[in-house]
């Protein structure tokens, strides 16, 4: 069995875009607290022409859960790893990794063998901006304005699942590249959600509207390219007894033991 480096399935879709660090990196400012506690999903979705939705791979993205409690989150940390037969036929299958204790406003890392109060403790580190985690997502990145985009185009309002969101088109131009050109995204913002701005996506005009960024379509054109979607997935707003002890316990062993 061989096994793929993990950021090259991390949900990153700069193979596709090449703007995945601009459009998925920063969050919250790394001293703002959540002030709410529970767990979310980020989820990659490929377009299904059957259905007519957008649906999850389980056996090809991360898409990690996260549990947070005030300014203390957990991130479910996998891998992607990939078998060949003789015959050069693959399989690819998902697997939990570890688990990632964050200390949002230190930006302090420990990481656990499994999510136990239990749990050895496997490295302990610092995260600096702008540098992508393997298997998971830096959603406590500090927002940031990059070179390239246009100007957002406002769309009409949309309800999807009961849930209202407000819309804009943005296009992206990698100013890097040697044959620019554009892409485009459509971004939709949860106005019902703004004590959760820490994990929305386009940080730099969800602050400016006020309300998180927790879903982007991306616009293809091409008939070759698979329509994608990253959706942030509010899966529950409350942490279970037991949760609540991992949490405690990893909070005292980073108090007892700091990265610094």
């Not at 298997?135 to 927002?143: H, R």
């Amino acid at each position: 069995m061989k096994s793929f480096p993990w950021k090259l399935y991390s949900g990153c879709l700069s193979y596709v875009f090449g703007f995945c660090a601009i459009a998925f990196s920063g969050s919250a400012q790394h001293n703002q607290a959540s002030h709410v506690s529970g767990m979310i999903k980020y989820a990659l979705k490929k377009f299904d022409r059957q259905s007519n939705d957008y649906i999850i791979d389980e056996g090809f993205w991360q898409n990690p859960r996260i549990w947070y409690k005030d300014s203390l989150a957990v991130e479910e940390i996998k891998g992607v790893w990939i078998s060949e037969d003789s015959s050069g036929n693959e399989t690819r299958f998902v697997s939990v990794s570890h688990f990632t204790f964050i200390d949002i406003p230190t930006r302090s890392l420990y990481d656990y063998s499994s999510f136990s109060d239990t749990a050895r403790l496997i490295r302990k580190y610092t995260h600096p901006d702008s540098i992508p985690v393997p298997g998971g997502w830096t959603f406590y990145n500090p927002s940031k304005e990059f070179p390239g985009y246009a100007p957002p185009v406002k769309m009409s309002d949309t309800t999807i699942s009961g849930i209202s969101y407000q819309r804009m088109m943005i296009g992206y131009t990698d100013p890097s590249s040697p044959s620019p050109s554009e892409s485009r995204f459509i971004a939709y913002f949860r106005c019902d959600k703004k004590d959760w701005m820490i994990f929305s996506m386009v940080k730099y005009f969800a602050e400016k509207l006020g309300c998180p960024c927790t879903r982007i379509d991306y616009v293809t054109e091409s008939a070759d390219l698979l329509p994608l979607s990253q959706q942030v997935e509010f899966v529950t707003g409350q942490l279970t007894a037991e949760e609540l002890k991992v949490f405690d316990t990893w909070k005292r062993n980073a108090e007892r033991n700091p990265v610094h």
